[in-house]
């Protein structure tokens, strides 16, 4: 059975730190991109970074700078640290995994979230 379960959300203060975590199994990790997206209550998905098979990353341009996404293979695990956050960083944090290169949609995997709230 294919799980992603991502851990390590919680309430922070702006200018705080949190870093989240997603285990997987089910699958071979080290083939697949690892994806984190996110959604805000009221608005859509928005895509957050992404770590290749290879260990190459994506980050939006609004998301560079304060976010790090890692991957652990021998753990099957990826991480997304997040530094700075603001209030507006508010929202379910989901990771997703697919097997090929970071693109902004067709993941085959997807976990339930975390939530992450930022106080101000």
């Known amino acids: 059975e294919v799980q992603l379960v991502e851990s390590g959300g919680g309430l922070v203060q702006a200018g705080g730190s949190l870093r989240l975590s997603c285990a997987a199994s089910?699958?071979?990790?080290?083939?697949?991109?690892i994806g984190w997206f996110r959604q805000a209550p009221g608005k859509g998905r928005e895509r957050v970074s992404c770590?290749?098979?290879?260990?190459?990353?994506y980050y939006p341009d609004s998301m560079k700078g304060r976010f790090a996404i890692s991957r652990d293979n021998a753990e099957n695990t990826g991480y997304l640290q997040m530094n700075n956050l603001k209030p507006e960083d508010t929202a379910v944090y989901y990771c997703?995994?697919?097997?090929?290169?970071?693109?902004?949609?067709?993941?085959?995997?997807w976990g339930q979230g975390t939530q992450v709230t930022v106080s101000s």
């Open positions: 089910g699958f071979t990790f080290d083939d697949y991109a």
């Open positions: 997703a995994a697919r097997k090929g290169p970071c693109v902004p949609r067709g993941y085959d995997y």
């Open positions: 770590i290749s098979s290879d260990g190459s990353t």
